[in-house]
């Protein structure tokens, strides 16, 4: 039973955008705190950004002004927008809600020079 399904990665340039989503069983959507996290080749995962049910966000300072956070209760999918991305944004990003659950397959982003 799949719960989690990231997409929307890719390979961009230094300064390009891009758009992560992630559609999410119910059971897990609805009402929880849904956040992105990420990976980078040999560093630990580290939490990028969280939206509340109600649309409440919060941002890691590395992405603050550059990234946004929603969702779309209607669709359970939380997104993420990625805007003037840098080199040390590659990473496998992940989404799941803030205090539970397994990992998905995640996304790749790869940011080029």
């Known amino acids: 039973q799949v719960q989690l399904v990231e997409s929307g990665g890719g390979l961009v340039q230094a300064g390009g955008s891009l758009r992560l989503s992630c559609a999410a069983s119910?059971?897990?959507?609805?009402?929880?705190?849904m956040a992105w996290y990420r990976q980078a080749p040999e560093k630990q995962r580290e939490l990028v950004a969280t939206?509340?049910?109600?649309?409440?966000?919060n941002y890691a300072d590395s992405v603050k002004g550059r990234f946004t956070i929603s969702r779309d209760n209607a669709k359970n999918t939380v997104y993420l927008q990625m805007n003037s991305l840098k080199l040390e944004d590659t990473a496998v990003y992940y989404c799941?809600?803030?205090?539970?659950?397994?990992w998905g397959q995640g996304t790749q982003v790869t940011v080029s020079s």
């Open positions: 119910a059971s897990i959507f609805d009402g929880n705190v």
């Open positions: 939206i509340s049910s109600g649309g409440s966000t």
């Open positions: 799941r809600p803030r205090y539970f659950g397994s």
